[in-house]
């Protein structure tokens, strides 16, 4: 490695770790890339300019030091890099392998930006983490001043994970309540292991229980246990119940057997892979199946990719928009392409029709993009006479996710807003807190379907809200 060369990023192209071949990636559900050797990290951490200006850490939703811990790692320094990438963020490991970085840290970069390539940030965010607990590397509670305030948080997602995880740091008990029987909300359930392997998951959880987090799973909350019992056994509670209304599509024949929601079918084969499939559900395998995909964001992309690792006989993703306006991350959609998954671009589906043999067909029309909405985006119009029609197994439908109001947010004083989304604003004096002091929330459930990093950011301020409500600051 040449040390302290700022020419590096000249001499050393872009790696972010080899990438699996697609003919032997999609027949598997493992992650695709893999992990950077200690060399080649320390080599890629090496091309960062150190920017006076870092907009990488602008760009960052938790704005992690990232020019920081890159240095650490050319350095070799990994435990100390590790101590630093957690100041910022409580699943980097995560963040690593699943931020759309193209779109955020990545982007920014200014190597990206003056046409040399990004560092690979995400790549060696990832490799800080993964290869500190492999070396035994623990967060530091040494200094942990335990305080007798007791927090239940709902939701073990990235939002209530983070929370946890700064709440914990600051000597306060929490425990994680969730229905599902194993802690990552989305990241566990939704997010397929082509992208995210469950090992990761599990590994984070030992690690938080060792800091003294306890996690109660398969407990609702609504169900199991009631709001008014956490309210009276806890000084605070923390909501980060993600976003899970499925958006329908508004057409005939969503209803028809073969037409399949998103997040059942992937919660499904995780399941099945987990073996964890509840008694009496059944894998539902694409195997020799016709599939279209209905979307263009990161859900229709896992269930593309999904469908195609199943062995589906063929995968058709059909998106209103052009690529350029796509939802989804650009890498995703590369990587689908390379595994198969054919795009009809610009089509609207208009209705779905039954077959003489039991087949779907679906009935699509072409689109032009018109004027720009009031964010910018361009509404999909339909053109005359352009009717096209497909005849298939299964229609997956991913059109995306809305929050909903719990039937207890009435009589604890919890406001939505007109989608549904819960009031609790980070510019407050106890940020994140919502219309019932007490009770604080963050991540999807606040902001309406986003991404991890973000509901990793809100779980941590609505934790320091709760820290200064609780007079522990
Ligand atoms: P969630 O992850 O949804 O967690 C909420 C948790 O609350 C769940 O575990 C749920 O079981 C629990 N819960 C809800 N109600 C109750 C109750 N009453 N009692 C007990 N528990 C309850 N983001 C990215 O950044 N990159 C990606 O590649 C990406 N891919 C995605 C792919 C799919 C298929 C989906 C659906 C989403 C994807 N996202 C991705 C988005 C990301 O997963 C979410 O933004 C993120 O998980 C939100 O975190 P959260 O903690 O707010 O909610
Ligand atoms: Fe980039 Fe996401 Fe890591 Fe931030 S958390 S540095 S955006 S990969």
């Not at 209530?160 to 008990?173: H, I, Q």
């Not at 009276?232 to 929601?261: H, R, S, T």
């Not at 350029?324 to 609207?348: I, T, Y």
Request: with cysteine; glycine share 10%; net charge negative.
């Amino acid at each position: 490695m040449i040390m302290g060369d700022v020419f590096q990023f000249m001499k050393l192209s872009r790696n972010p770790g080899d990438k699996v071949e697609a003919a032997v990636r999609k027949i598997e559900f493992k992650e695709i890339y893999t992990p950077l050797h200690s060399v080649d990290a320390c080599d890629q951490a090496g091309r960062c300019l150190s920017c006076g200006n870092p907009y990488c850490e602008w760009e960052c939703p938790v704005h992690n030091y990232i020019p920081n811990w890159l240095k650490l790692v050319k350095e070799g320094k990994l435990f100390e890099a590790a101590e630093m990438s957690h100041k910022t963020n409580s699943l980097p490991e995560i963040c690593g392998r699943v931020c759309p970085q193209d779109r955020l840290c990545e982007g920014a970069c200014t190597l990206e930006q003056g046409g040399f390539g990004a560092v690979t940030i995400g790549s060696i965010e990832k490799y800080i983490t993964d290869e500190a607990f492999k070396a035994g590397w623990r967060p530091d509670m040494s200094k942990v001043v335990w305080t007798d305030k007791k927090v239940a948080i709902i939701g073990a997602g990235p939002a209530g994970l983070a929370c946890a995880d700064v709440l914990v740091r600051n000597g306060v008990k929490p425990v994680v309540f969730d229905r599902y029987e194993e802690i990552g909300g989305l990241i566990t359930f939704g997010i397929p292991e082509f992208k995210l392997e469950k090992s990761v998951i599990k590994t984070r959880r030992l690690i938080m229980e060792e800091m003294g987090v306890t996690f109660r799973l398969n407990t609702e909350i609504g169900v199991h246990v009631t709001i008014d019992e956490l309210l009276e056994e806890y000084d605070a509670v923390f909501m980060g119940m993600g976003a899970y209304k499925f958006m329908k599509g508004g057409f005939d024949g969503e209803y028809l057997p073969g037409v399949l929601e998103a997040l059942p079918f992937l919660i499904n084969n995780v399941r099945h892979s987990m073996g964890t499939l509840p008694e009496g559900e059944a894998h539902q395998s694409m195997q020799d199946k016709r599939v279209v995909v209905l979307g263009g964001g990161d859900t229709a992309m896992d269930c593309n990719r999904t469908a195609i690792r199943q062995g589906a006989k063929s995968v058709i993703c059909a998106y209103r928009r052009d690529e350029a306006n796509m939802p989804g991350s650009k890498r995703e959609v590369g990587n689908a392409k390379e595994e198969g998954v054919e795009f009809l671009w610009n089509r609207q589906p208009l209705g779905i029709g039954e077959g003489a043999d039991g087949s779907l067909r679906l009935h699509l029309a072409e689109t032009r993009l018109g004027a720009p909405d009031e964010k910018g985006r361009r509404a999909a119009e339909v053109v005359e006479g352009s009717e096209q029609i497909i005849e298939c197994d299964h229609v997956v439908i991913a059109f995306g996710f809305q929050t909903e109001a719990a039937d207890w947010f009435g009589h604890t004083g919890i406001k939505t807003d007109k989608r549904g989304r819960t009031v609790a604003p980070e510019k407050q004096q106890f940020k994140h807190q919502t219309s019932n002091p007490k009770i604080f929330a963050g991540g999807d459930q606040v902001r309406g379907a986003d991404l991890v990093v973000r509901a990793v950011f809100e779980g941590r301020q609505a934790a320091e809200g709760m820290l200064s409500y609780l007079q522990v600051w």
